[in-house]
């Protein structure tokens, strides 16, 4: 079994989630008493969280890409950043290491392919939606990517930090993001790309009529894929 490093508190929240599934799918597929050979660093999200605000990205990358390089040098065979928008700087992070980074668009492209779907809806943080960084990587893999409108945007981002990140489920939260996915769908989405690792906690497949795709269990699940 290979060792995952993985790079956790953007937010902490979600990252509760990928130790859970990642431990029960190992236990699930071995039995017994197995688990998951892993090393967690868990950032301060704050601090994360000023450097996407202030757009200063390049001293994100070098953070992440230090931690990487600690977690490389403790024994982790591969990196899962453990958060969408935080792959915007892949590249950045790579320069620091020698072992590989699991990217989470590309599995989740994977698990899209896999039912034939050629357009999708991303939900996610606004830099997410809006920047190509995660859209060009679901469009390389032949799916057309859908985004809500910029009001939509707005309100979506400020759900996720200021409630999801902070651990909130409110049930009016939960109504209005079905009421952008319904949208999403009445404009040709055939699927749902939950493209923040946190709205997974708030919105669950029967909430939608197309299938959903949380980002978060996928990651999750393909580190196990690659680790064992």
């Not at 953007?10 to 597929?29: F, L, P, Q």
């Not at 998951?36 to 953070?63: H, N, T």
């Not at 651990?167 to 989405?189: H, M």
Request: charged share 25%; proline share 2%.
């Amino acid at each position: 079994m290979k060792t995952i490093g993985l790079i956790g508190g953007m937010s902490w929240e979600s990252s509760v989630e990928y130790y859970r599934i990642i431990n029960e799918e190992v236990k699930n597929r071995l039995g017994g008493l197995h688990s998951a050979k892993c090393i967690l660093f868990s950032v301060d999200f704050d601090e994360v969280e000023r450097y996407q605000v202030e757009g200063e990205w390049e001293r994100a990358g070098y953070m992440l890409g230090n931690i990487a390089r600690n977690l490389e040098q403790a024994g982790a065979d591969f990196i899962v950043i453990c958060t969408n928008t935080m792959h915007k700087v892949v590249s950045l992070v790579e320069q620091h290491i020698g072992i590989p980074i699991l990217h989470i668009a590309d599995a989740t492209a994977h698990q899209i392919n896999k039912l034939d779907i050629g357009t999708v809806g991303l939900l996610g943080t606004r830099y997410t939606m809006e920047q190509d960084f995660y859209k060009e990587r679901l469009i390389s893999n032949n799916i057309d990517v859908l985004i809500p409108m910029e009001d939509e945007i707005e309100l979506v981002n400020k759900i996720i930090f200021e409630e999801l990140c902070l651990g909130k489920i409110k049930q009016s939260s939960k109504d209005y993001f079905k009421q952008i996915i319904q949208k999403l769908v009445e404009r040709g989405a055939q699927g749902i790309v939950l493209g923040c690792t946190e709205i997974g906690l708030l919105i669950k497949p029967e909430d939608a009529e197309v299938p959903l795709f949380d980002t978060a269990h996928i990651h999750a699940k393909e580190a196990v894929n690659v680790a064992l």
